[in-house]
Nanobody, 115 residues
């Protein structure tokens, strides 16, 4: 059974940092790319960061580049998102997504940034 479990969300003040993790099981982790998305109620899900299966290449939308860093550990079957200099507009539910040979989603973790 494919399973993605996010952790590390919480509340932080503007300018602070959080590190999100996603633990994967039930599929060939090292053969799939991984992404982080976020969603605010009433809005579409937004891509935050992407990393290919080997971890050798990453992609960030222009709006995310510079503050967020995605990484993965294929041996540990985890993908992380380091978020720095957080802003209130980063408040959202953050989701882990496996893409490529499968398309699977976690249930999300809430990040709240206060001013």
């Amino acid at each position: 059974q494919v399973n993605l479990v996010e952790s590390g969300g919480g509340s932080v003040q503007s300018g602070g940092s959080l590190r999100l993790s996603c633990a994967a099981s039930g599929f060939d982790f090292s053969s799939n790319g991984m992404r982080w998305y976020r969603q605010v109620p009433g809005q579409e899900r937004e891509l935050v960061a992407s990393i290919i299966s080997s971890g050798s290449s990453t992609y960030y939308p222009d709006s995310m580049r510079g503050r967020f860093i995605i990484s993965r550990d294929n041996a540990a079957r985890t993908v992380t998102l380091q978020m720095n200099n957080l802003k209130p507009e980063d408040t959202a539910v953050y989701y882990c997504n496996a893409w490529g040979k499968i398309n699977a989603w976690g249930r999300g973790t809430q990040v709240t940034v206060s001013s």
